[in-house]
């Protein structure tokens, strides 16, 4: 099985400042999905963003985006302009040619006023 | 509204006693998949279906079974639930997985 790492469990960031969340995975494929999704205190799942692992070129949402190092398997998320609502779980994700998906431990952030 | 249904929202059970979690899609997507989140461990895949009567084992199975008679339907069914299957059970579709997955809100299961 693959495994992925968030090695911050606890992070934290002020209101409109930036903040890098890791994750790292290990998989001996070259083919494959990277996400990261997002989990308020209403526990829903949310979609932030996703990644190709065959494309260079670091995905961007708004105020989110990547930096995808595929030779470092490291796929970190920046959140940019943090807001009050960026609060959350957020974990990182992997997704197989099969479709199957493992997920990290998650990084719990708090946005302070 | 686009959603993914899962029902019950909360459960609490028996040790032992059969019980169905239900999953419902109105997307029409192909693929859904059941998830356990435990604190610490994060995600992790139970079983995933392609499509109807196509369904493959995830990452931790046992003591699960899945059916995938309808497309939109993909129900947990816990035959005989231990303790160590309380948790928080998500499910979740998509049209195709390699664009990510639309999740429910999740049934906290509780086994006693």
């Known amino acids: 099985a693959q495994t992925v790492t968030q090695s911050q469990p606890e992070m934290s960031v002020q209101e409109a400042e930036t903040v890098t969340l890791s994750c790292t995975y290990d998989t001996s494929e070259s083919d494959y999905y990277l996400f990261w999704y997002k989990q308020p205190p209403s526990r829903q799942m949310i979609l932030v963003i996703r990644q190709e692992a065959y494309k260079q070129q670091n995905a961007t949402e708004n105020r989110f985006s990547v930096n995808f190092q595929k030779a470092a398997k490291s796929f970190s998320l920046k959140i940019s302009d943090s807001q009050l609502g960026d609060a959350a779980m957020y974990f990182c994700?992997?997704?197989?040619?099969?479709?199957?998906?493992?997920f990290g431990t998650g990084t719990s952030l708090t946005v302070i006023p | 509204e686009a959603q993914v249904t899962q029902n019950p929202r909360y459960l609490i059970t028996v040790t032992g006693k059969k019980l169905t979690v239900t999953c419902s899609q109105n997307?029409?997507?192909?693929?859904m998949s059941w998830y356990r989140q435990d604190p610490g461990l994060g995600l992790r895949q139970i079983y995933y279906s392609m499509n109807v009567e196509v369904t493959d084992k995830g990452d931790v199975p046992e003591g699960y079974k899945v059916s995938r008679k309808e497309k939109r339907n993909f129900p947990l069914i816990l035959e005989s639930p231990s303790p160590n299957q309380t948790s928080l059970y998500f499910c979740?579709?998509?049209?195709?997985?390699?664009?990510?997955?639309?999740f429910g809100s999740g049934t906290r299961l509780t086994v006693v």
């Open positions: 979740a579709s998509s049209l195709n997985p390699l664009d990510g997955y639309t």
């Open positions: 997307m029409n997507h192909e693929y």
């Open positions: 994700a992997y997704e197989d040619t099969g479709n199957q998906f493992y």
